[in-house]
């Protein structure tokens, strides 16, 4: 299997057969409370880093800002461009490297699009580049999963069936990473996936952050944005400004 397995992964039709019913409403709702909350001014420059399909990128343009999608799964971009509406734009590019220098007012990275490099000092390379990819009043938002709550709450495993295909998922800690399995049967055929995600807390982030240039200004531990607490909220939302 790919050391990289997001290339494996997100490049395949099963990836998009699983995700098929995230909620779009919450995706779109947590944008509304996030850029009120910034106060993010009509006609802004926004880079949203590991877009996915592009469901976050393309409801900022909607709200009238100059939005750029990219990520490093090509089907990903493919189907992000087929919704493509005015102020966007999507491109196939990998986020440990710089897009365009000071070439944003905001760099969104959002639903868990993080801790994805075995190294930890890739995925420091990531918050530099999102530094070095924002002007000099810039802020970026970093969108985790709180791995003080999830770990003691992980499935160990569930088996799903959509459109005629069977994923058999599991799910473990190894100490450093938290990790699902997936096993998929399409037409008596077997392949397995995997996602891997580093168990960053609130601290190592911090740290991490700080080595790339980068302060935190807010933490939020879910989507209304109320406060973050360690062992009870759903998520690790940070707001960031250079330094």
Known sequence: MNKDWFIDWFNTSYYHTLYQHRDESEACRFIDILCAHLKIESGAKILDLACG?????????????????????????????????????????????????????????????????????????????????????GVFVLDFLNVKKVIPNLVPSEIKKLDGIKFDIKRTFNGRHIIKDIIVTDAEQEHHFQERVSAFDLITIQEMASTAGLQIVDVFGDYDLNEFNAPNSDRLILVMRTF
């Open 53 to 137: 399909k592009g469901r976050h990128t393309i409801h900022l343009a909607k709200k009238g800002y100059q939005t750029t999608g990219v990520d490093l799964a090509e089907e990903s971009i493919n189907k992000a461009k087929e919704n493509a509406v005015v102020n966007v734009s999507f491109d196939v590019h990998d986020m440990r490297e710089t897009y365009i220098k000071n070439g944003f007012d905001y760099v969104f990275n959002l639903f868990t699009s993080f801790g994805y490099f075995e190294d930890k000092n890739e995925n420091v390379e990531v918050l530099k580049a999102a530094a070095v990819n924002l002007n000099v009043k």
